[in-house]
């Protein structure tokens, strides 16, 4: 009896040899496990048998069961990795390059971002994020720009729900960081992106990104005010930079200006500053009649654009690896 269950193991273990692909392999497992294989025909003589031959005989069934079954899944899975291995090793010409990988840059937006905040924590100033989903109360009102102002008009922008709005400016954070911190002195900051309905072209996207920053102490000046801009204008454009101060209005500093750097020969602004309005400190909870302060806004996307003599606003945000691969 052994010796049949032997031969009956090495047919079957030879004819899975010869099965050259998983279809022909199927056709073997049918040949002996299946409903109508050999093992099933065996398993018809049981019923002529007494209970103990039974038990012998279910036992040698068992195991030629279990041994053509690890048979076959061996089979099975090297012709799986040969079918696998097969088609994409003909497809491969070993002699071509490798892709080789390139490394990571980080975006020029990104690093003039860094680069402004490194220069200005140096200075003292602390950072922190403020929600780019703003109130109505933070983004304008507080700012001296009530519904009635018309410099309001000159806002177009993205309303979320009634009373909230996507900040149209970093400087949203002014009166925020005021009541946040408590009584001055105060040295802050924050960036991130801002939002407009500016038709987009070379120069105007409806996403920007801005850099605010607010100082209130005893005593400050415009001067101290000029003093820090040219701190970074300086680490940003060298030691010999040249600064513009013209007049503007913000409604909510006074006196107020546009600055304008010297860069390849022409006058470029970079951003917008002045003394912080009485009318604000009181918004932040902070005395106008003891404390004095100063704020700038800074463009990111025109800053990054001037240094490394990018033309269009519109290759900032298109993800163009050709772009991207310059910087």
């Known amino acids: 009896m052994a010796d049949n269950n032997d031969a009956l193991v090495e047919a079957a273990v030879e004819s899975m040899a010869a099965a050259t692909t998983l279809a022909e392999l199927d056709e073997v497992r ?44 061996d089979r099975k899975e090297a012709l799986e990795a040969s079918e696998k291995s097969g088609p994409e090793l003909e497809a491969i010409d070993v002699t071509l390059p490798g892709v080789r990988t390139l490394p990571g840059h980080r975006h020029p937006l990104i690093a003039t971002m860094e680069e402004v905040k490194s220069i200005l924590l140096g200075l003292g100033f602390r950072y922190d994020d403020y929600p780019e989903v703003e109130s109505e109360f933070f983004n304008f009102d507080a700012l001296n720009t009530p519904d009635w102002h018309p410099a309001r008009d000159m806002h177009d922008s993205f309303y979320t729900t009634k009373g909230n709005v996507l900040r149209t400016h970093t400087s949203a954070f002014q009166t925020r960081a005021m009541k946040q911190f408590g009584p001055p002195p105060l040295r802050a900051m924050t960036s991130g992106r801002c939002y407009r309905r500016d038709e987009i072209d070379a120069s105007h996207f409806p996403i920007f990104h801005q850099l605010d920053v607010i100082a209130i102490d005893e005593n400050i000046s415009f001067a101290d005010l000029k003093w820090v801009l040219y701190q970074v204008a300086s680490s940003l454009f060298g030691d010999d930079v040249q600064l513009r101060f013209r007049p503007s209005y913000f409604p909510f500093t006074t006196p107020s200006a546009e600055v304008d750097v010297m860069f390849n020969g022409k006058w470029l602004e970079i951003l917008g500053a002045g003394m912080i309005r009485p009318e604000v400190l009181e918004a932040g909870g902070v005395d106008p009649e003891k404390w004095q302060g100063f704020a700038f806004g800074l463009g990111l996307d025109r800053m990054a654009m001037i240094r490394h003599g990018i033309t269009d606003i519109r290759y900032m945000y298109e993800n163009e690896e050709a772009f991207l691969r310059q910087f």
């Open 30 to 73: 049918v040949q002996y496990l299946g409903k109508k294989g050999k093992l099933r025909a065996l398993q018809a003589e049981l019923k002529s048998l007494s209970p103990e031959e039974k038990r012998e005989f279910g036992k040698m069934l068992n195991s030629v069961k279990e041994r053509i079954q690890t048979a076959l899944n």
